[in-house]
């Protein structure tokens, strides 16, 4: 078990181009979070899933962002048409939806700057 | 609703000696858990410690305590004999088991441990 994993761990762009970014949760586990984390501020939850379904999507999700976890495994969270104010690290974390307690694992993250 | 609050934005004090971080919380959930996350320079979030709501108990992990109170709505978290690899920014959260466990963040203390 390598842990989660995001990519790419940085990624520069112009404003106005879209990116992509990707998570592998930890295997098996059927819930997958995408969190947002700006300059000086904690990190914002942004939406998640269960297996493959998209559950709960945040306000700060503009019509922007989509995310997809196609096959309820990897996750892919694409960001069209850049701005300035998406600069921010995004984070994913996964859990395993079955008992009492259902611990996040967090990914390194992917450090975005939009130019 | 759900909130985190952290009011030290920013704390400094010299090696050796023990400073405490502050966290308070809201909630309407009768279940819910309150975690301490480390963000060192590098952004990885590294996860500290979890408590449910139910366990009250102080806990100490070498020199790390942390102190629950359900009267105060507060999870204060203390380090002793600060070193300077202590420095980094640090998260309260909170995820409530009726909200699919998404954690809630604070805006996190931003320790300095002076040599």
């Known amino acids: 078990d390598t842990g989660v994993s995001q990519d790419p761990r940085h990624k520069i762009t112009k404003r106005g181009q879209n990116v992509t970014f990707r998570c592998d949760p930890i295997?098996?586990?059927?819930?997958l979070y995408w969190y947002r984390q700006t300059l000086g501020q904690g990190p914002e939850f942004l939406t998640y899933f269960q297996n493959e379904a998209q559950l709960e999507k945040s306000r700060l999700l503009s019509d922007r962002f989509s995310a997809e976890r196609p096959k309820g495994s990897f996750s892919t969270l694409e960001i069209q048409r850049t701005e300035q104010g998406d600069s921010a690290m995004y984070l994913c974390?996964?859990?395993?939806?079955?008992?009492?307690?259902?611990?996040?694992?967090f990914g390194p993250g992917t450090r975005l700057t939009v130019l | 609703a759900q909130k985190v609050t952290q009011a030290q934005t920013e704390i400094s004090v010299v090696e050796k000696e023990d400073v405490t971080l502050d966290c308070v919380y809201e909630t309407r959930d009768t279940t819910y858990y309150l975690f301490w996350y480390k963000q060192p320079p590098s952004g990885e979030l590294v996860f500290l410690i979890r408590r449910n709501s139910f366990d009250e108990q102080n806990e100490i992990s070498g020199r790390y305590s942390w102190n629950f109170q359900k009267s105060t709505s507060s999870f204060n978290f203390t380090i002793t004999a600060s070193q300077v690899v202590d420095s980094a920014v640090y998260f309260c959260a909170l995820s409530e088991r009726n909200r699919d466990d998404k954690i809630i963040f604070g805006k996190g203390t931003r320790l300095h441990i002076l040599p």
């Open positions: 974390a996964s859990s395993q939806a079955a008992g009492a307690y259902n611990e996040q694992f």
């Open positions: 295997s098996e586990h059927n819930r």
